[in-house]
């Protein structure tokens, strides 16, 4: 069904549009455009029907008040290019400049509202002060205005525009949201094995939940990246100045033996390369690759190492639905970006269904320069596919469908 059927056509009509444009910046340099375009499907839709386009959005996490390091001014800019149509930018979210910028469209127009996230309301807690904001929102579009969900990366969130707007206009499911459920879903129904699972990213502790839910489901699980380390050290070893989560040795412990007699294979690398600092563009790196358990005391683990990324590829490349979220290694440096390399050129093998998930991750393939077309499924969200693959229920999604 298009947009135009489930809102009862779109001729002139004002649509509050969320969308996940939450982009990397480098100053006012969009560094990875992935979630900007993959948020024009919609917006052309509705636009080339005729609908006048109030786009919502937030970008980083600003604490309720405005603040110019997270304006999303030149996203307005990107969005134009991509659409080839201008796109009005209002200087606040609800306030004057959006009022007016709203009123001023013409039919097929398209205005990005600045950051949502510059209003305390859009984050609270509080369900009142959330029902406020909304509110707000809402008379933007009037009462014979609509809202389509198509920020897939913030429908695990429980915030104004995503979820508590929903209850006050109607509104419908935008193409993003509609094909990352489904492709995500055939993740947690029947997926066809062997079903690999890849992890990485810093923090163990954001993982804990899908971790949990896929010693029941997947075949084998991969693990690099910064939370390695905490695993590692769950099996005694020393990781030196590495990341690492004390914390959470317990639960990674509970989590090996669990795999041990669950039959689940859970991967981890034997070699990894260090330096003895973090990269951070004033020193030239000097990788060094040691076994996985011997990382020296003035040393931190930076990526998985040659010999791992050998294991992990082929690992990856006869699965036969392969989910990878987080880089293996500080990718964004060259000396430490050959084990996510590996990994994603692995996933391009794979014969059946491959999707990458996560911000970083997504980044990742692109900065590496490989093509999207190559994937199954690149998703824009990070911690929405891995709470999707939980199994959990998504605020922004219920809402939708209920
Ligand atoms: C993301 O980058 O994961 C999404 O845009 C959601 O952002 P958040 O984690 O700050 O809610
Ligand atoms: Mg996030």
Not at 91 to 102: F, L, N, Q
């Amino acid at each position: 069904m298009t947009l135009s059927d489930q809102l009862g056509g779109l001729r002139g009509k004002r649509v509050l549009v969320r969308s996940d444009l939450n982009v990397p910046l480098d100053g006012n340099t969009i560094t990875d455009d992935g979630r900007v375009r993959a948020s024009v499907p919609t917006i052309k839709e509705l636009a080339d029907g005729g609908a006048r386009v109030v786009v919502v959005a937030h970008l980083g996490r600003p604490k309720g008040e405005p603040d110019e390091r997270y304006s999303l001014r030149p996203v307005a800019a990107r969005l134009g290019e991509l659409l080839g149509r201008d796109v009005a930018f209002a200087e606040d979210t609800v306030g004057p400049s959006a009022r007016k910028t709203v009123d001023a469209l013409q039919d097929g127009g398209v205005a990005l509202l600045e950051n949502v996230r510059f209003n305390p309301g859009e984050t609270s807690k509080d369900d009142a002060e959330r029902a406020a904001f909304a509110d707000e929102l809402a008379e933007l579009v009037g009462p014979s205005g609509a809202f389509v969900s198509d920020g897939f990366g913030v429908v695990h969130r429980k915030q104004a525009s995503v979820y508590d707007v929903a209850l006050r206009l109607p509104h419908a499911m935008g193409q993003l949201v509609a094909t990352e459920i489904r492709v995500l879903r055939r993740l947690t129904l029947d997926p066809e094995r062997p079903y690999v699972v890849v992890l990485g990213g810093s923090k163990v502790s954001d993982k804990l939940g899908v971790i949990d839910n896929l010693l029941g489901k997947a075949d084998r699980l991969l693990i690099g990246g910064g939370m390695v380390f905490t695993f590692l050290a769950a099996q005694g070893h020393e990781v030196g100045k590495s990341l690492l989560e004390d914390d959470q040795l317990d639960t990674v412990r509970g989590y090996l033996s669990r795999a041990e007699e669950s039959g689940v294979e859970i991967l981890l690398p034997t070699d990894i390369v260090v330096d003895t600092e973090f990269p951070t563009g004033d020193r030239e790196p000097q990788p060094r690759v040691v076994p996985a358990a011997e990382i020296p005391a003035d040393s931190l683990g930076l990526d998985i190492g040659p010999e791992s990324s050998r294991s992990f590829a082929a690992a990856v490349s006869d699965g036969r639905t392969v989910f990878w979220n987080g880089p293996m290694g500080v990718f964004e440096s060259a000396a430490f970006a050959d084990g996510t390399r590996a990994v994603a050129q692995a996933l391009t093998e794979v014969d059946g269904l491959s999707v990458v998930g996560g911000g970083d991750s997504a980044a990742a393939v692109r900065q590496l320069g490989f093509d999207e077309g190559a994937f199954g499924h690149i998703s824009t969200g990070g911690g929405a596919s891995l709470e999707l693959l939980e199994g959990k229920e998504l605020p922004g999604i219920a809402v939708l469908e209920r």
